[in-house]
Antibody, heavy 122, light 110 residues
């Protein structure tokens, strides 16, 4: 069965960096686009970034552009999110999510991890 | 404030039907497909509907989606206690160039 397990969250001071990981299993990781979606405490969902199945194409929300970098290692079935220059408003539960369709960017998230909490506070 | 507007809450008795609306504009719902997600308390979201009205495998036909113009709806028939949770609509926005989510609707089974 499909499993996505995020890790790397924690408490970090404003301006510092953090790297999130998402270990995938149960499907052909290299055939699907992968996303990061976040949810601030008690709030709704916000899409953060996507990386294409082959790692060649990446898109970001304006709120994180220039500060966050999404990447993937298909040999390790792992998705990453490098977060730099963190701000208080980046505090959220970060989910990795699989796109629905093979080798297409549909922005439909059919499997989600359990999330990893990032808290940005001094 | 999201570009997709959902009512904050909706409720119905067990076995009844509840309908959740999602209102947008020509730059999102009016020109693109809509999806719906269910988030039960303490869990990750789950895809219920994509392409306006398609259900992923494993999603019961009690859940149905529709779209008309710049609005979309999610209907849950045969409401069950385990359906209590938050429901989010989503659509691509051509102006913002990003997928946007509604603010969510909390469904309560009376």
């Amino acid at each position: 069965q499909v499993q996505l397990v995020e890790s790397g969250g924690g408490v970090v001071q404003p301006g510092r960096s953090l790297r999130l990981s998402c270990a995938a299993s149960g499907f052909t990781f290299s055939g699907y686009d992968m996303h990061w979606v976040r949810q601030a405490p008690g709030k709704g969902l916000e899409w953060v970034a996507v990386v294409s199945y082959d790692g060649n194409t990446k898109f970001y929300a304006d709120s994180v552009k220039g500060r966050f970098t999404i990447s993937r290692d298909n040999s390790k079935n792992t998705l990453y999110l490098q977060m730099n220059s963190l701000r208080a408003e980046d505090t959220a539960l970060y989910y990795c999510a699989k796109d629905l369709e093979w080798e297409l960017t549909e922005y439909y998230f059919d499997y989600w991890g359990q999330g990893t909490l990032v808290t940005v506070s001094s | 404030q999201s570009v997709l507007t959902q009512p904050p809450s909706a409720s119905a008795a067990p076995g009844q039907k509840v309908t959740i609306s999602c209102s947008g504009s020509s730059s999102n719902i009016g020109n693109n497909y809509v999806s719906w997600y269910q988030q039960l308390p303490g869990t990750a979201p789950k895809l219920l509907i994509y392409d306006n009205n398609k259900r992923p495998s494993g999603i019961p036909d009690r859940f149905s989606g529709s779209k008309s113009g710049t609005s979309a709806s999610l209907a849950i028939s045969g409401l069950q206690s385990e359906d209590e949770g938050q429901y989010y609509c989503a659509a691509w926005d051509d102006t913002l160039n990003v997928v946007v989510f509604g603010e969510g609707t909390r469904v309560t089974v009376l």
